[in-house]
């Protein structure tokens, strides 16, 4: 990586260097902003030479697609061809799946935080990225803790004010991140904070639902031939009515079913399976993706214009390798009461990328407090003296569970049944487990 595509680390310190926050108020819940210079993205090389936008508190979409922040001419763009989002210390690029990609300096980039003064390629067309003279006002919360969230870094806060100030609307919203980054929590954080956190909270999930009981299951069928169905059933936005509907993984939701939920978010209203008349409804609408849905919308997966109705208020979940100093708290609220780990530990844990992000981690530390709890938790500090150089967190890992499955082994009288019960494995997972390692089960009793 280029040193312009380099990542800028974001911590929670420097409030005082992005600008005084707003409105602080008396409470510490109460809404607080963040002022961060606006990006100037000018054309300087290209069919639309001059063109130019300001980038603030929203993201823009760059491509031919006449509704883009900033649309271009160039064929060589495409539709939908890369996103701009304005973060701490500069701009988060993120490439929708274009056909010729985006360029940083000599590297092509998927996603890629640079500096203000960077250069970035689009098709032939070469975008200039300046400090403006003007300010975004960025929603900031000083909490450590939303619903189910936690977090002391600036990149959660942030994360708090946009939920703090989104909860108050009825618009659609719609929350972006990856597996693991607490996005549902983020959804019910919402509707408690919401005018309709009186009224039900809905979840259904457009990934495990099979496709030929979608349309059902969203907008309900009335009984007769029409439907094939023997008694009504409601679908979930009359259900929901007066509180919060969640589609978890809308990416999934099947291409014949889009229009249907724009109609519902446009107009209120919708129709049951096998129904002639339209009822209303009254829910808002809260959809959570691990996917990038402007990719699935450049892809032809996902309807443009609902992801424009969507996407009008947005929030992305960052990845836990971008708040690595939020680690030893959430660390600590896994623990719940239970002894704190060895500093070894946390500073092996900060190391690890955490592809699963906070649920990996929480799953990691539920694992060591149930180690614990049965006494097999091997002293994997006693080599992680002051002086020592501290393994690869792989490295750690492997050791700790050879030393787990030689405990268990021990404590069971090497009885496979009985250490898989213990482990929570079936036999053949205990089994496939102990080859990994190296080891065998001795005189195990079947």
Partial sequence: MNEASAPIPIHPEPLAALGAPADR???????????????RVEVVEGPDRGLHVELGDQPILIGRAPDCGLPLTDGSVSWLHAELTLVV??????????????QV???????????????????????????????????????????????RTLVMKMVFGRLTRYAAGDAPILIEGPSGTGKQLAARALHERSPRAGGPYIVLDCAGTPRHLMEGELFGI????????????PGI?????????VLDEISELPTELQPKLLSVI??????RAGESHARKISARVVATTSRVLAREVQAGHFRPDLYGRLSSMRVAMPALCDRKDDIPMLVEEFLDGAAPLPGTWLRVLGDHDWPGNVSELRNMVERVRAQ??????????????????????????????????????????????????LAGLTRQGLYGVLARNGL????AEE
């Fill in 89 to 102: 210390g500069g701009v988060q690029v993120r490439n929708l799946g274009s056909r010729n990609g985006v």
């Fill in 266 to 271: 446009e107009r209120g209203q919708m129709r």
């Fill in 237 to 245: 936005f009359e259900r929901a009515a007066g509180g919060t509907v």
């Fill in 440 to 443: 065998r089960s001795g005189d």
């Fill in 372 to 421: 614990r709890a049965a006494e097999l938790l091997p002293a994997l500090d006693v080599g992680f003296g002051a002086g020592a150089q501290l393994p690869s967190l792989a490295a750690a890992r492997s050791a700790f569970e050879r030393e787990y499955l030689r405990a268990l082994l021990s404590r069971t009288g090497h009885n496979i049944r009985r250490a898989a019960e």
């Fill in 25 to 39: 108020g008396s409470s510490r819940s109460a809404p607080l902003s963040v002022h961060l210079r606006k990006i």
């Fill in 222 to 233: 009335t009984r007769g031939a029409g439907s094939g169905a023997d008694a009504p059933k």
């Fill in 105 to 151: 300096g000599a590297s092509l980039v998927e996603e890629s935080r640079v500096a203000p003064g960077t250069c970035i390629l689009v098709g032939r067309t070469v975008l200039s990225l300046q400090l403006s003279d003007e300010e975004a006002e960025l929603p900031l919360a000083a909490l450590e803790r939303f619903g189910g969230l936690s977090g």
